[in-house]
């Protein structure tokens, strides 16, 4: 099969043929339709310090994906051939305290999909049945492909309640945007958001926030003395990892403001910590999605009307990926995405038999059992995972990256 593959120790990707994988216990072989192109990556074809440090070549890279189940492990249940999936990238051990405590979120001995194992840019993707989200309302596949970032998104906007509250999101990249479509989905009063990118902030407005803020040119209090905004924000979702604008964020908030951090900074930076501390500021860090409430929230956001359609702005197929790149690096875009569904049949990406197929599927399971997004399916399958995660593969923790490994990655990686 073909694959994006770091090959060797510097800049670059190459698309190589491989081989494909093969289902071990308890897993499930996916055939991919698409996938989106997230920062890791651009790290990772950059080969900066990051990846130098981190990875082990040759690794098939990437994590968001969308795609059709081809095979299923004996044993794995509640996941079919046909079926429509997305992957969380992030593999947890089931066996530290956490995991057995249900809060796999919180996991210290996490491997990622595309950084510690081979990843999804490629025509086939194997992945543990418990890290298979099965989409039981339809879902395009390119949306689908982005459930990885649209949960960090959901996951940051959902740490505190935002009905009727003021919201400032700092940074309309891919997960910014999607943030501040969840916050006005879902009833704050006003989603204010910034960048330095005209473009993204554009993109934002279509999006429906109540201001989108070019802070190269208009400090916040300026958007807040338009939008008559007193007393501060009462809720912040840091998208950035910038210093300027965590700063700004902390020096915006409400007495009692509560901030979620998901931008990641690439290093130490000061703030002003008194400010922090006499406006009783509570600042949440917050890393990748709960397993699985907030993939549940996904799909019952997009099940009840959240349009994300906006956000994706450029579509490539995977042949083409180094522009697909380029245009993801350059900072102006929404959501670039990778069209894989042509490659392993060629049929398929003209006619989309596959997605026809996958819709049909869902609409079926929707139809008969109109109530099963919401009730036994999701947490049938958490408690198989955990059975399985716990049993069927005991070894898994042993044959993994090293828990520093791991460490690094959640320290440095999205
Ligand atoms: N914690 C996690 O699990 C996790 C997962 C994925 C991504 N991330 C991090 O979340 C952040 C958002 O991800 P993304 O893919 O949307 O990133 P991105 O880099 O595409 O977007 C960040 C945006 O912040 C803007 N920005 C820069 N300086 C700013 C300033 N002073 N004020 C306001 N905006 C400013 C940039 O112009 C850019 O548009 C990144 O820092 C990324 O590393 C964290
Ligand atoms: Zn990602
Ligand atoms: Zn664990």
């Keep these: ?49 990051w990846a130098r440090h981190t990875l082990k070549l040759p690794l098939i890279v990437g994590h968001e994906f969308s795609g059709q189940v081809v095979e299923v492990a004996p044993g794995v249940e509640d996941i079919s051939v046909g079926d ?8 947890v051990c089931g066996k530290c305290r956490n995991c057995m405590a249900g809060r796999r979120h919180l996991c210290r001995n996490t491997v990622g999909l595309g950084v510690n194992r081979d990843g999804a840019f490629a025509e086939y993707v194997t992945l543990p ?33 935002l009905v009727g509250e003021d919201v400032l999101i700092t940074g309309a990249g891919p997960i910014g945007l999607m943030a501040a ?22 993109l934002a407005r279509k999006l429906g926030v109540s201001l989108a803020l070019n802070v190269s040119r ?53 703030i002003d910590w008194a400010t922090v501390v006499t406006s009783m500021i509570t600042i949440k860090g917050v890393y990748g999605r709960e397993m699985y409430e907030t993939w549940y929230n996904m799909s019952v956001l997009l099940e009840k009307g959240l349009d994300l359609s906006p956000v994706i702005t450029d579509r490539f197929s995977y042949r083409d990926f180094d522009a ?5 690096a350059s900072g102006r875009t929404g959501k670039v995405i990778l069209d894989w569904s042509g490659g392993a049949r060629p049929e398929s990406a003209r ?16 139809g008969a059992r109109p109530e099963s997004a919401r009730n036994e399916p999701t947490q049938a399958e958490a408690a198989a ?24 990655t959640m320290n440095r990686s999205a």
């Design 1 to 49: 099969m073909k694959a994006l593959v770091k090959e060797k120790a510097e800049p670059g990707l190459w698309l190589v043929d491989v081989p494909e994988p093969e289902v071990g216990p308890g897993e499930v072989k996916i055939r991919v339709l698409r996938t989106g192109i997230c920062g890791t990556d651009l790290h990772i074809r950059k080969y900066d310090d």
């Design 84 to 91: 429509l999936v997305s992957g969380e990238g992030h593999i």
């Design 129 to 161: 049945a418990s890290n298979v989200w099965v989409h039981r309302v339809p879902v395009d596949p390119d949306i689908a492909a982005i459930f990885d970032p649209f949960g960090n998104a959901v996951h940051t906007a959902l740490s505190f309640p």
């Design 181 to 202: 479509a969840v916050a006005t989905h879902v009833g704050a009063r006003n989603v204010v958001i910034t960048d330095i990118s005209d473009e993204r902030l554009d």
């Design 218 to 270: 208009s400090p916040v209090d300026e958007g807040m003395r338009q939008l008559h905004l007193r007393e501060g924000f009462d809720v912040g979702l840091e998208m950035s990892g910038n210093p300027a604008a965590v700063r700004q964020m902390i020096a915006s908030m409400t007495h009692g403001g509560k901030i979620a951090m998901l931008g990641l900074p690439a290093e130490e930076f000061a």
């Design 324 to 328: 697909a790149f380029d245009t993801a």
């Design 351 to 366: 006619n989309e038999p596959a997605q026809a197929e996958a819709a049909a599927t869902m609409n079926r399971r929707g």
């Design 385 to 408: 995972t955990m059975n399985r995660r716990g049993g069927a593969r005991p070894e898994s923790a042993r044959n993994e990256p090293t828990q520093a490994e791991a460490a690094a």
